[in-house]
């Protein structure tokens, strides 16, 4: 099978990461897109991150009904860091005749070269970059400079219509008492405001 593996903190999931995994989906032909809330993620201020089963719940919700998307929480059961090279590692024990697609947003493939051990996570998927508002599309030097020009043969590129949305817009908008409604699933949004989630 073809499998996608989308990563995220997803705190909350919003409708620019749904639009994202299925335009993958889709223009990637994969069978499966896999999300991933990231247990402790490496590269953010982890403090003040809703709890983990809460972003879990949230992505539940927000995916229901659809068999081709599901959810992988293993980050969640490991301790430290949530090292994409080590959930890679994983997968590829559990399930080792996937073919894995790694999929990120232009600004995490901008800052790919930065990650632990990017060769390793070529190894063992391919790459695919989204685009994404705001961010123009990374020049790969820093990557070219340290993995070499063939890392280029294992990227390609999806593009969505631009969703100028992000999680910290989100939680913004809640802790201002301002609408969410179609940024979000529906359920998604209700499951904030009965948890009261993001008001401080
Ligand atoms: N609107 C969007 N368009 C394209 N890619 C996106 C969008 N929002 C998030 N992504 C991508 O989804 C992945 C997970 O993102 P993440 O969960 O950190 O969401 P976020 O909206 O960037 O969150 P925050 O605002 O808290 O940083 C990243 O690879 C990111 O690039
Ligand atoms: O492995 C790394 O070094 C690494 C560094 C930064 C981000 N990531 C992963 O990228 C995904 C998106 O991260 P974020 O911080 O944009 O939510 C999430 O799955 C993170 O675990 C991974």
Partial sequence: MRIGIFGGTFDPIHNGHLLLAEQCREQAALDEVWLIPAGSPPHKETTGITAGKQRREMLEFAIAGNPSFVIQDLELHRDGPSYTVDTLQQLKESHPTNDFFLIIGADSVRDFHTW??????????????????NISLPDLGNLTDKLGETVITKISWVTMPGIDLSSTDIR???????????????????????????LD
């Fill in 116 to 133: 632990r051990e990017p060769e390793a996570i070529l190894e063992q998927a391919h790459l695919i970059g989204v685009n994404r508002p």
């Fill in 172 to 198: 913004q908008r809640v802790r201002e008492n301002k609408s969410v409604r179609y940024m979000t699933p529906r359920a998604v949004e209700v499951y904030i405001h009965n948890n009261r989630l993001y």
